[in-house]
């Protein structure tokens, strides 16, 4: 008997059942890979350590620090220099809690080091298959690879420290089908705002979508992931991506990716895990890839985006009004042409070599216009070491912009690369919310092309102007 | 955790959609290794300006806010970072819940672990809510019940395991680690 066509979220979710959930009790998820960092798992660790706990699966654990480090290039003893004491503290306070509970740790300087959703894949740590849990909602960037990956709170972060697994409800599925082919000049980058300005940022909330069609199978690993990152942004706790060809090629050989005979065991058990042909979706959106431009936000959530080439909407209600007053633009305007202040290349959505070479494209022969400030910033020790190989850091160096150590850096302004109040940043991070660049700053949501292109024209500009 | 059930007290009543962490609590305040004293940072970009003075203008500086432990918001609060930071600023502040017409995934079930209620009601509900600022408004657990300003009960969602923690004072971690034997049988299987 054929059994029911099933999601590729079903199989996962059913192969890492501990327990069903029943009329009284959530299922009981067991996780494969729990990723930590600095900001919020300090008060787990100190739950645990109330309760006389241990760490359940310390091989399942792994740990760097992010957000709160600096990306202000080393000293001349080679180490990255921490001027701000409350950071501090946070990041020895990791240290501490992984040399006691047993936890692999890179740390701040080592050369392992990174953003823990670009290191994770990087490391071949992240496989198809995979439950993949962390204390941060882009988290979902791992389903890239065909894995069930989501954020989680520091409860839960305690939880899965203790006992590997975590109470869930399962949600419901939500298809994002885009077929076609993009044109010259348009991206991953594009195509995820393109969605988020559709479904609106509470218009996944409840679901897990699987990216599908064409264009998504047409996309690189590190592509792929740039669209599975901002599935938070559209309320979807996780976002996936069927594993193929493309995924398996990335993953060979990586340190932590199954070898030998393990790898083609794999590779064989991973080749059944996309979604059955006949399978039921409780959702689909349907897009065009070939009609869709360069995308930008003008507003203060990544929802509010459009076309480069479009008219700021009107304000449609209250809060809608409220966002342009804070963006300080007016309804009914192009946003191309805006003066920018600042451009920040990096962050766990776009920090990836293949984002630094489409930067590179722009800002080689080319020089950062006068007044802005560009930085850009790899997404792990090992991105900076490749992009350095191939002089890409001295393409940026030599236009004008600032190449930093690997962090979030100026995503989450909380590590000393912040906006000023009242600045305009062309940023390739995930967020516009109302300072989250830096109290008072104001963020546009865009490609590493597109942040390019304003950093050397100092405004909003299309890049296939520039390209 | 204290037992949660019966919250009655007047709303704040915070008319803004999409109501994110970054905005509940901004991103800078993230660098302590506890929780205590969050609530002093609550929307502190909203409440201070730049040189730390309280804007009188916004709702939770009016005296009329004081001592109210119910928020009523817009549309899809709590949207955004994963940041538990943001239930427990609430928290420390002095609110037990708040009601929307829609809350982020997150940070739902971060609240629900924290005794704070995260209250789904329908549009007419809350537009009634909106227009009724600082009215009292009384939230049963129990009962899964929210009892409007004109005397009305509506019912909202709630986990029923979240529930039973409230009600009963108990935390998810001791549950999941009364399951020892069946994640240790899950192990044993995926080591085969």
């Keep these: 008997m054929k059994s029911q066509p099933r999601t590729m979220f079903e199989k996962i979710w059913e192969a890492h059942l501990v327990r069903p959930a029943t009329d009284d009790t959530p299922a009981i998820l067991y996780v494969d890979l729990h990723l930590v960092h ?10 645990l350590r109330e309760r006389g706990l241990k760490v359940r699966r310390p091989e399942r654990t792994v740990a760097t620090m992010d957000h709160s480090t600096p990306t202000t290039p080393r000293g001349r003893d080679g180490k990255i220099p921490i001027l701000d004491n409350a950071a501090a503290a946070q990041i020895a306070t990791l240290e501490k809690n992984c040399a006691e509970f047993g936890i692999e740790l890179h740390a701040l300087g080592t050369d392992g080091q990174g953003i823990v959703h670009v290191i994770g894949p990087e490391m071949g740590l992240t496989q198809p298959g995979e439950v993949i849990v962390c204390g941060d909602s882009h988290t979902s960037t791992h389903g890239a690879f065909g894995a069930l990956a989501f954020g989680i709170g520091t ?7 203790a006992t590997q697994s975590l109470l869930q409800q399962p949600p419901k599925t939500l298809a994002v089908t885009v077929e076609g082919q993009l044109r010259p000049g348009v991206t991953a980058k594009d195509i995820i705002l393109a969605v ?14 699987e990216y599908r069609g064409s264009a998504i199978r047409a996309l690189s690993m590190e592509e792929r992931m740039t669209v599975c990152n901002m599935s938070i942004e559209a309320g979807a706790r996780a976002g996936m991506i069927a594993p193929d060809e493309t995924t398996f090629a990335y993953l060979k050989g990586r340190p932590r990716a199954p070898q030998g005979a393990a790898w083609d065991r794999a590779v064989a058990a991973w080749r059944k895990l996309p979604s059955d042909e006949g399978a039921t979706f409780d959702r689909e959106e349907k897009f065009d890839a070939s009609t869709l431009e360069p995308m930008i936000t003008y507003g203060t959530n990544p929802g509010m985006g459009i076309a480069i080439s479009a008219d700021i909407p009107a304000p449609s209600n209250a809060t809608a009004a409220k966002a342009l007053a804070y963006m300080g633009l007016t309804g009914e305007k192009r946003l191309a042409g ?4 600042v451009v920040f290349i990096g962050s766990c959505t776009n920090s990836r070599l293949s984002d630094l070479r489409a930067a590179a494209t722009v800002f080689k022969g080319r020089k950062v216009a006068d007044g802005v400030r560009t930085l850009v910033v790899p997404g792990s020790q090992a991105i900076k070491k490749a992009a350095e190989a191939e002089g890409l850091d001295r393409v940026f160096t030599e236009a004008g912009a600032e190449w930093r150590e690997a962090g979030c850096s100026m995503c989450i302004a909380m590590n000393g690369d912040q906006l000023k109040p009242g600045q305009y940043a062309v940023s390739t991070s995930n967020r516009n919310f109302e300072g989250r660049q830096g109290a008072g700053g104001r963020t546009f949501l865009a490609s590493p092309l597109t942040a390019a292109a304003a950093a050397v024209t100092g405004r909003v500009t299309d890049a296939r102007e520039l390209i | 955790m ?16 999409n109501v994110d962490t970054d905005q509940i609590i901004p991103a800078r305040f993230l660098k302590a290794t506890s929780k205590v004293g969050l609530g002093s940072k609550l929307f502190a970009d909203w ?3 730049a040189e730390g003075k309280p804007k009188t203008d916004f709702i939770l500086n009016r005296p009329e806010a004081a001592g109210a432990s119910i928020l009523v918001a817009g549309d899809n609060f709590g949207c955004g970072s994963s940041r538990e930071h943001a239930p427990w600023a609430l928290v420390d502040y002095g609110f037990r819940a708040v009601i929307s017409t829609s809350i982020a995934d997150i940070f739902r079930n971060n609240s ?5 209620i995260p209250v789904m009601v329908d549009a007419a509900s809350h537009a009634k809510l909106l227009a009724a600022p600082g009215a009292t408004v009384t939230i049963s657990v129990k009962d899964r019940t929210v009892t409007l300003p004109d005397g009305a009960k509506v019912t909202f969602p709630i986990d029923p395991f979240a529930r039973y923690c409230l009600l009963q004072g108990v935390d998810e971690l001791e549950f999941l680690l009364s399951q020892e034997k069946e994640i240790a049988a899950f192990e044993a299987r995926l080591s085969q």
């Design chain 1, 338 to 341: 805006h003066k920018v202040d």
């Design chain 2, 2 to 17: 204290e037992r949660m059930d019966i919250i009655t007290s007047k709303t704040v009543v915070l008319p803004v959609e």
């Design chain 2, 47 to 49: 409440r201070f300006d």
């Design chain 1, 196 to 209: 988020i300005a559709r479904l609106g940022i509470g218009g996944g909330t409840g679901h897990v979508i």
């Design chain 1, 38 to 47: 600095e900001v919020t798992s300090p008060q787990a660790f100190t739950w």
């Design chain 1, 155 to 161: 409860s839960e972060v305690s939880h899965v420290l």
């Design chain 2, 112 to 116: 629900l672990k924290n005794g704070f």
